[in-house]
């Protein structure tokens, strides 16, 4: 399992993957063969949880209204979602101006007391500030995690060559 995953002020305790895509503006360079990567264009984060227990319903309804506030109601959502968008904050990313753009849940028979959730935002800078604001927290975050181990380290096993198995 992946990291637990804050989404706004909702917390996904039980997320299954997480995926970050970024993507580049391209752009030929005047009067030459050559082109360069100018400025980023799209950063989307996928996030695919497990919604359990008995408060699996409030966590969904949360979300649902989330998505509804970053896509139709921002101008009338809180200061903070109307100066910086939604924050997801987990061990791969700390990025703010995030909206939703797609959620789906889904029930199984062989899940009948958890719900699956996909959801998909979309970076939507809302200022170069409140942008320059994300990426100097994401820094901060890799910077930050940078000295904490996240797996041990491989012991010494011999290279030697011994009788075969079996």
């Known amino acids: 399992m992946a ?5 706004g002020a909702i917390p996904l305790l039980y997320v299954q993957s997480i995926t970050l895509s970024e993507g580049y503006r391209v752009e030929r ?17 996928a996030i695919e949880a497990l919604l ?3 408060d699996r319903l409030a966590v969904k ?20 979602l109307a100066a910086s968008g939604i924050p997801v904050v987990c061990g791969l990313t700390l990025s703010l101006d995030m909206q ?15 719900f699956d959730v996909s959801l998909t935002l979309q970076h939507v800078p809302r200022s170069s500030l409140t942008a320059l ?34």
Request: charged share 15%; hydrophobic share 45%.
């Open 52 to 54: 359990l227990g008995p």
């Open 61 to 80: 309804k949360a979300l649902e209204v989330l998505a509804l506030t970053s896509r139709a109601l921002l101008s009338a959502a809180g200061p903070a």
């Open 29 to 45: 360079i005047l009067g030459s063969r050559f082109a360069q990567a100018t400025q980023p264009s799209t950063k989307t984060i």
């Open 3 to 7: 990291d637990k995953v804050l989404v």
């Open 100 to 114: 939703i753009t797609d959620l789906r849940f889904a029930q199984s028979v062989q899940k009948r007391d958890a």
């Open 133 to 166: 604001l994300g990426e100097a927290a994401d820094l901060a975050l890799a910077a930050g995690s940078a000295p904490v181990p996240s797996v041990p380290a491989p012991g010494p096993v011999p290279r030697a060559p011994g009788p075969p198995l079996g």
